[in-house]
């Protein structure tokens, strides 16, 4: 094979993969900034009604992207229902601890009380609709 012919090959090759990186950047790069959004939103509404700083508001923010992210390839993972919901617990207690350094006793109890009604709630309405 001529020099030139490799040479063409290899800049080619780079070119498809510098796409395809290009593209995966893109594409993560937007849904990282709509997880942003939606946790923001989220924050804020904890911030409402668990009386949070705005210091408290941001950390809580950044435990709800990275446990999102951690409880979604989960879930996405190709494992038995009974080893992602274990799994899932184990990040659950995880999230929690890092929850319980940054909120107060008061703040975390409220919020694991509300946490567990929330699916009641939502079963609830489901069943008067």
Avoid: C
């Avoid at 094979?1 to 395809?20: C, D, E, P, Y």
């Avoid at 950044?62 to 999102?68: G, L, M, V, Y």
């Avoid at 951690?70 to 899932?88: C, P, R, T």
């Amino acid at each position: 094979m001529k020099l030139q012919n490799r040479i063409f090959l290899l800049g080619l090759s780079a070119a498809l993969v510098g796409g395809f990186v290009f593209s995966q950047i893109y594409i993560h790069e937007k849904n990282r900034k709509e997880l942003r959004e939606v946790a923001r939103e989220i924050a804020l509404n904890w911030k409402d009604k668990l009386g949070l700083s705005e210091e408290q508001t941001l950390l809580l923010e950044d435990i709800i992207i990275e446990f999102t992210i951690i409880k979604n390839e989960i879930i996405k993972s190709s494992q038995e229902k009974q080893a992602i919901i274990q799994n899932l617990q184990r990040v659950q207690v995880r999230e929690y601890k890092n929850l319980r350094k940054i909120l107060s006793e008061p703040q975390f109890d409220a919020y694991v009380g509300i946490n567990k009604k929330i699916p009641n709630e939502f079963i609830n309405s489901l069943s008067n609709n």
